[in-house]
């Protein structure tokens, strides 16, 4: 399959795609270009300034938007243009930032940190909406995507360097996770497949994982690991997809700038109908 571009966003590092199936809208952040994006499916682009580098944008419970910048999670109001601060999960680790996170089916936050110096490492961070933070995974490399399957019992998240997909069970009560095991092993694959990034789960199940340095968003199966579709992209860092559209039925795949004097279309948006659907996203807060 072909990607084709959505948005001439021409971002830096686009990433962390999130369609509000209420707004009826793509969000997607632009990192190193310090810009959160919103986007109709007309391809009406409003743009949000940040006030520093913005990891990741999840979805709450209200009209605000929860954000991972580089002092913490914020929770933003795009109508207002207004934050709040919510909570710095990592303390003690000066120089790292929120890089991936999403909610989780019981409304809490999960944020993963990258080191922004060599010899330092990340972790991923679990945060409830009354501001409490556990230390779930430490020794990370750069903690990315994750995701969880159709019937909420099982997590997947990506630390790349590990080169693998990780699945974990996840307990719907504690939101907590046990049973670390890999779902897609990418320690073999060849240089041009490129490493996995950030991810989505369809309502099949199956896992889209997009490949930095591999031009591609592919298919696994996640019990065997197989890969079973790819989605060609032009542009060499695939950062992230996820599934929007009124019938979710569109794979939204941000970017990185990076190649684009060969590749003029990198740090677009693209998009792709891939014949399968994907699942509302998760949002923080309590019901």
Known sequence: MQAKVFLNAQ??????????????????????????????MAGEDTVYDMP??????GLTRSRRLIVALEAGLYLFDPEERAFEFLTQPETDRKGNRGNDGKP???GNMWIGTMPMEQGKLGALYRVTP???SVNVIDGLGCA?????????????????PSRAVWAFDFDQLTSSISNRRVAVDFSKAEESEGGPDGMTVDAEGKLWVAQWGGMQVARYDNVT???????DVPAPCTSCPTFGG????KLFITTAGFGREKYPHAGDVFVADVGVKGMKAFRFGRE
């Open 104 to 106: 989780d089916p019981a």
């Open 144 to 160: 990315n995507g994750m995701g969880w399957s159709p019937d909420h019992k099982t997590m997947y998240f990506i630390d790349t």
């Open 246 to 249: 009124e019938n979710l039925d």
């Open 11 to 40: 971002a830096t590092l686009g990433e962390g795609p999130l369609w509000d199936d209420v707004r009826g809208c793509l969000f997607f952040v632009d990192i190193e270009g310090k810009k959160l994006h919103k986007v109709t």
């Open 52 to 57: 520093s580098r913005i990891g990741t944008v």
């Open 130 to 132: 009354d501001k409490a």
């Open 225 to 231: 690991g197989e890969k079973l579709d790819q989605v």
